[in-house]
């Protein structure tokens, strides 16, 4: 974290507040050129797919051979350790400071039984199982504990810079790090950032890409980014994480499929995005990400979304940043695609946040950190910068969906996004109680998503 | 409900038939143990490797039930028992569900129906060597909880049957008279199923977890003692090793006899 602190000022200085317009024509037109989607992968994505990979079993939940008791206050110490002596148990051992005893239990006999016999005598207050504690798992990305508030919110001061230092609220984030110990997600999972391109040789990403791409704005097979967008919402979907550099990603060890589909002042087509969502849907994506959109509603733009997800692909994109009523397309294409609203580090809604009956879900937006070209930042500056958007919400929903299909490759689209919008927290039930039009169902909560349910 | 209740009419018709074969041989006089009934207790446990996993866990189960005994020609004696079993499932995962779910909930009720047959073989001074069987089958009833925490309402449902056959040598010493302590070593095939289902709103799917034929030895010493010239105490306690620790069995029974 010294390296944090100390290139805090090179980071405040690459600080961008962005709130994105919509990239479609000012006036709905349409382009009329086509795109050829080729297939120029040598290894393309849809061919690396393997057997679903494991979920991490969790430990027993509780020691095998060990119980912690406490006899009510009255009850002398050394009647009490004579008679846990009495039962047989071949270790004792008493915790002075709470008056707790330490039992291992006797060969052959079971924590159940054990605990069934303890509280059997009057004299004991309470015997319960020796349980078992975790690290949750936490990556070694140096900006990942200070700066990541969307994965892990511990509360106080987001020091963007001396001016803009936001207090924060301590849970108001996508749970992730428990949902990180059931799955990092699976390298044959493919999440296609459809965007400005993918710097490819950022230290965070170069190792995350599935090929170089293809670029409908300028028709060739290199999405190189040359604007600065893509690259970061592919970061935070899935920056290359525990790799002791930069940032984490939501979907630790999900790969990313970069698609061009703007020029590089962020301007693009329909067309170049229809093309965008086809050849990713070729090419195997699992998860098709849209940080990007139009006022117009388009049927071919509808019917290319309809397209991925009727192979099974989780299509999520943003639902704009004008403060208005009104989601932009595609992400008000409510059967095919989950449209995610921005939060905060607070859990409010923010409040350039478009919202409309076809929001589904939020996800922190404001103050989001996330790789950047380097020719971008300037020589001198860390390849990284803050910004804001439903932009950066939606790759956190795109993440999240890929860890998902990552731990159950067999479920359809549709189980997905409805998993994203039931298990989410309702941030704002004071207000809007239930499902409503600015966060939709709530910010998405990775932990209830894909941690077992426990029933008792 | 098919699967269930040809299980419930095969047990039926067998004890008709017992009862049948039993009175004729009663009739015709031969010195065999009469008809007999009461109840008996039974739990025991069971440490298996569901279907799909890598760790192991547990079945506990204990059962109370209404039970019959028939004696029959050259001594053996048929045991038909029903009546309602109580399975508990430790650290039970249900990870293929769209919502994975982890059972920690309270044991499950059934009906348990159950037939065993002990049969002497060959006795030699104070000792008698015979074979034991038993086939015990558990029907689960479907228990529902409440999904709670979700932007929508929800609930799982979760039913769990098991079959259990065992079969084995019995050793017994004769020496006491009414009391016969005797020796058991059994081995003991296990099927289990607990079938989860889940919905919130229009989200919905369904896991059956499968233990396919777990075996096990089980280890037992038990007594069979004439309190009166009618009442009969049936006790068995036992254990089933098994690589990494042990598993438990115990018995008791009080039988009238007629």
């Given amino acids: 974290m010294i390296m944090a602190l100390e290139s805090l000022p090179k980071v405040a200085a690459t600080a961008l507040i962005v709130l994105y317009s919509a990239l479609g024509t000012g006036d709905g037109s349409l382009s009329l050129q086509t795109k050829s989607p080729g297939r120029t992968f040598v290894r393309p994505a849809s061919h690396l797919r393997v057997e679903r990979p494991l979920l991490r079993r969790r430990a027993p939940r509780y020691a095998a051979n060990r119980v912690l008791v406490r006899f009510r206050p009255e009850i002398d110490p050394v009647y009490a350790e004579g008679l846990l002596r009495s039962y047989g148990f071949p270790a004792v051992r008493r915790i002075g400071a709470i008056g707790v005893y330490n039992v291992t239990t006797a060969a052959g006999v079971s924590v159940t039984e054990t605990l069934a016999m303890l509280r059997r005598n009057g004299d004991i207050e309470l015997a319960r199982p020796d349980y078992r504690a975790r690290l949750a798992d936490v990556p070694n990305d140096p900006y990942f504990l200070n700066y990541q508030y969307a994965l892990w919110n511990r509360g106080g001061v987001l020091d963007i810079s001396p001016e803009i230092q936001p207090q924060m609220t301590a849970g108001a984030d996508l749970k992730a790090t428990r949902a990180w110990d059931i799955t990092h997600g699976d390298s044959e999972t493919v999440i296609a950032i459809i965007d400005t391109g993918v710097d490819m040789e950022h230290p965070d990403l170069a190792g995350k890409v599935v090929s170089a791409g293809r670029d409908f704005a300028n028709d060739d097979m290199d999405a190189t980014d040359d604007h600065w967008h893509g690259t970061h919402v592919a970061g935070v979907a899935a920056a290359d994480t525990d790799n002791g550099d930069g940032v984490a990603g939501v979907a630790w060890d999900c790969r990313i499929l970069p698609v061009k589909v703007t020029d590089a002042e962020g301007n693009g087509f329909y067309s170049w995005i229809i093309d ?77 946040s478009n919202y409309g009956p076809e929001v589904d879900v939020a996800a922190p937006g404001v103050w989001i950190l996330g790789p950047a070209p380097q020719w971008y930042v300037g020589t001198g500056n860390l390849p990284y910068l803050f910004a804001s958007g439903t932009s950066a919400a939606s790759p956190q929903v795109a993440g999240m969906a890929a860890l998902i299909k990552s731990a159950k490759p067999e479920l359809p689209a549709d189980d997905i996004m409805r998993i994203i919008r039931y298990t989410a927290d309702d941030i704002n039930r004071t207000s809007f109680p239930g499902r409503d039009d600015h966060s939709g169902y709530g910010r998405i909560n990775m932990e209830r998503a894909l941690a077992p349910y426990i029933i008792r | 409900m098919r699967a269930g209740n040809t299980p419930i009419r095969r047990v039926l018709v067998l004890c008709a038939g017992l009862a049948v074969a039993a009175a004729q041989v009663a009739a015709a006089g031969l010195p065999i143990k009469p008809l007999a009934a009461g109840l008996s207790y039974e739990n025991f446990s069971r440490t298996v490797v569901w279907k799909g996993d890598e760790a192991s866990s547990k079945i506990q189960a ?197």
């Avoid at chain 1, 049927?299 to 192979?311: I, M």
């Fill in chain 1, 276 to 352: 965008g969502i086809i050849w990713a849907a070729d090419q195997g994506a699992d998860v098709i990400n849209l940080s990007l959109g139009g006022d117009v509603d388009d049927p071919f733009l509808e019917d290319a979304c309809k397209y991925a997800h009727d192979k099974g692909i989780v299509v999520v994109a943003a639902t704009g940043n004008d403060s208005l009523s009104g989601v932009l397309f595609p992400a008000a294409y409510d059967s095919y695609v989950l449209a995610a609203a921005a939060s905060d580090y607070d859990d409010v809604i923010a409040d350039f």
């Fill in chain 2, 62 to 258: 204990g059962l109370i039930s209404a039970r019959a005994e028939f004696g029959l020609a050259k001594g053996i004696v048929v045991g038909v028992h029903a009546g309602l079993s109580l399975t508990d499932f430790k650290d039970v995962s249900f990870t293929a569900l769209p919502i994975s779910l982890q059972y920690d909930g309270s044991p499950l009720k059934g009906f348990a129906l159950g037939v065993d047959i002990d049969a002497p073989l060959h006795k030699f001074s104070d000792f008698e060597i015979g074979a034991t069987a038993r086939f015990v089958y558990s029907i689960g009833m479907s228990k529902t909880w409440p999904l709670e925490g979700f932007a929508v309402e929800g609930e799982a449902r979760g039913s769990s049957n098991w079959l259990e056959a065992a079969v084995g040598p019995r050793l017994s010493y004769l020496f006491f008279g009414r009391v016969v302590p005797y020796l058991e070593i059994c081995a003991r095939w296990l099927r289990a199923d607990f079938e989860m289902s889940e919905t919130l709103e229009d989200l919905s799917g369904a896991e059956k977890k499968l233990v396919r034929g777990d075996l096990q030895l089980s280890f037992a010493l038990g007594a069979d003692a004439a309190v009166t010239d009618r009442i009969v105490i049936e006790a068995k306690a036992g254990i089933l090793p098994y690589t990494g620790g042990v598993n438990g069995l115990v018995s008791l029974g009080v039988l009238y006899k007629f």
